[in-house]
């Protein structure tokens, strides 16, 4: 028998000038950039989510609490790595990602590529076990008045048992 689970995640950040702006660990140029305890990768902090929510091992702030020093700053590969070995740690393995993020501006799309492979090197995936796609706001709403962004994941980890 195979066992299939799902997990859900969703982050944001608020965006502030001064900045660094930084999904899956790509740093995108521009103006605005996350304001956030850790580095602010609201893609990594989804994954993350989702990975913990496949296991039901809570949250990111429960593993991460955002009061505790040694995360502060840090950068969020650790987080997903920490989640990885949790799940890894039940005998699964991760068979995909799905991701969207939604940020009004800047455009994305340039930096697909490097976000996908950096996420599934990262998550030790082939690329085509790896999606990240990309919404505006449509200029409403916090995201769509560029005063933060968000992003979204999925992920289905498999466990192959005896039953
Ligand atoms: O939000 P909207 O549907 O108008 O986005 C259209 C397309 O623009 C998306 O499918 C995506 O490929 C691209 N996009 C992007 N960077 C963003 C938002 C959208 O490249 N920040
Ligand atoms: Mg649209």
Redesign the pocket.
Known sequence: MTDYRTGLGWDNHRLAPGRVLILAGVVIPHETGFEAHSDGDILLHAVTDALLGAVALGDIGMHFPDTDPQWKGASSDRFVRHALALVQAKGYRLSNVDTTVV???????DFRETIRVSLAELVGLPLDRVNV????A?KVGPVGEERSAEAQAVVTIVRDTNE
Do not use: H
């Not at 796609?133 to 505006?136: E, M």
């Open positions: 940020l009004q501006r800047p455009k994305l799309k796609k990309f919404k505006t449509e």
